[in-house]
């Protein structure tokens, strides 16, 4: 009997311990299974935290990146408007508007139809006087401004005094002094020109080169004939060279032959001027004339036709 009871006190003492461990076991495999899941948790976080951070990152760069694309997109547009803008200053586009319309064939100018054409006359003056060459411009830059300016100007002499038979009734008849070329009228930003300002004391001074006698017009018959389009510095040379050639060949200004000529005065005017850039007047107007002089030629001039230029 007693061993029974001893057998039944060791039953239960090992079902007892066998309870135990598996209480012990659950607890731990629990508090390994809710660290399990904070690890989880907290990788998770982090991961969402880095994933944030990134799309943050990336975010910033691109919105970065748009702005400098918008700038340089504004900058590069400012740039253009302003290479647009002095493109067309320098292209002289209204008086090359003016020009092709009222200008004609025989270089004679219709007065009559730049009175009419006068808002767009004056707004191209108020381009010339608003804009003074300077040294950041270029050489043919400021030529052709100089030019175009003396061809406009003087057209606005005789269209503020149309009709008028000569531009000389318009001032006295002491040169330098009270001639239409001496009217101080021209305004460009903060300085005042006459029309002889320009062509003697800016283009012959600064350029010494003859062919601005060809293309300067004076608004008479016997001036060169005015160009039906603005000097531009683009192709300046080109177009000054064939004022000269159209000049010297044209029989209503120069008679030539070989052996003898009737030249425009002005050839003997601005003699200096022409043996400047050859040798002789003669080897100046063989440089464009279709009939080459001989250099034992017998010169005479023509007189000076200073009726209107009136188409």
Known sequence: ????????????????????CNSNKDVTDSKK????????VNTESNSTSIKDDEEAENSSEIESSLQDKKSMKKEGVSKTQKKS?????HNHSLWTELTKKHVASNGYMDYKGMIKDSVKLNKYLDQLSSKHPNKSWT???RKAYWINAYNAFTVKLIVDNYPVESIK??????????TPWDIKFIEIEDKKYHLNDLEHNILRKEWEDARIHAAVNCASVSCP????????????????????????????????NEES?????????????????????????????DVKLSEKAKI???EYDWGLNDK
């Open 1 to 20: 009997m007693k061993r029974l009871i001893v057998l039944n006190v060791i039953c239960l003492l090992l079902v007892a311990n066998t309870y135990a």
């Open 33 to 40: 299974v809710k660290k399990s899941e904070e690890t989880e």
């Open 85 to 89: 803008t002095s493109d067309e200053f």
């Open 139 to 141: 050489s043919n830059e």
């Open 169 to 178: 009734d318009l001032g006295g008849a002491i040169y330098r002094v009270n």
């Open 225 to 256: 004939k005015l160009r039906a389009e603005a000097f531009v510095a683009s192709k300046l040379d080109k177009q000054l060279d064939e004022q000269m050639r159209i000049f010297v060949n044209d029989k209503t200004k120069n008679e030539i």
């Open 261 to 289: 000529a009737n030249l425009s005065k002005l050839f003997k005017w601005f003699s200096g001027d022409f043996k400047n850039n050859a040798d002789s007047v003669i080897d100046y107007i063989n440089k464009y004339s």
């Open 300 to 302: 005479d001039y023509l």
